[in-house]
Nanobody
Framework: QVQLVESGGGLVQAGGSLRLSCAASGSRFGFVTMAWYRQAPGKQRELVATITRGGSTNYADSVKGRFTISRDNAKTTVYLQMNSLKPEDTAVYYC??????????WGQGTQVTVSS
C-alpha cells in the first residue's frame, strides 16, 4: 500500500517562494512517475508538473520558468520548488504516484495561499 504525505504548503506573499515535498512509503519509487496537481476553489484539478523515473520533466504553461519539479529516489521524495508565486497559484496541491503498470495513488493535499 503506497502512502503519500505532502508538506511545505503555507501562506506567502506574491513574489515569494515555497518548496513542497511529497514523501512516498511502500513504493518502488525508482519505477514510478510522480506528478504535482493543484485544485483551486470552484475549479477542476489541473496538472502542474510531472517527472518520470528517468528524470524527464514536463510543466503546465502557467508555471514554466517559475516552478521546478525534482525527485530524490534515495529518499523516495518528490519536490516542487515554486518561485515568483502569484495569487492565481493559490490552490490545494496534490502529489500523484503512478506505477509502470498504471496504478495511481494520491496524497492528501497541502494548501498554498498566495496573497497579493
Amino acid at each position: 500500500q503506497v502512502q503519500l504525505v505532502e508538506s511545505g504548503g503555507g501562506l506567502v506573499q506574491a513574489g515569494g517562494s515555497l518548496r513542497l515535498s511529497c514523501a512516498a512509503s511502500g513504493s518502488r519509487f525508482g519505477f514510478v512517475t510522480m506528478a504535482w496537481y493543484r485544485q483551486a476553489p470552484g475549479k477542476q484539478r489541473e496538472l502542474v508538473a510531472t517527472i518520470t523515473r528517468g528524470g524527464s520533466t514536463n510543466y503546465a504553461d502557467s508555471v514554466k520558468g517559475r516552478f521546478t519539479i525534482s525527485r530524490d529516489n534515495a529518499k523516495t521524495t518528490v519536490y516542487l520548488q515554486m518561485n515568483s508565486l502569484k495569487p492565481e497559484d493559490t490552490a490545494v496541491y496534490y502529489c500523484r504516484h503512478t506505477t509502470t503498470w498504471g496504478s495511481t495513488d494520491w496524497g492528501q493535499g497541502t494548501q498554498v495561499t498566495v496573497s497579493s
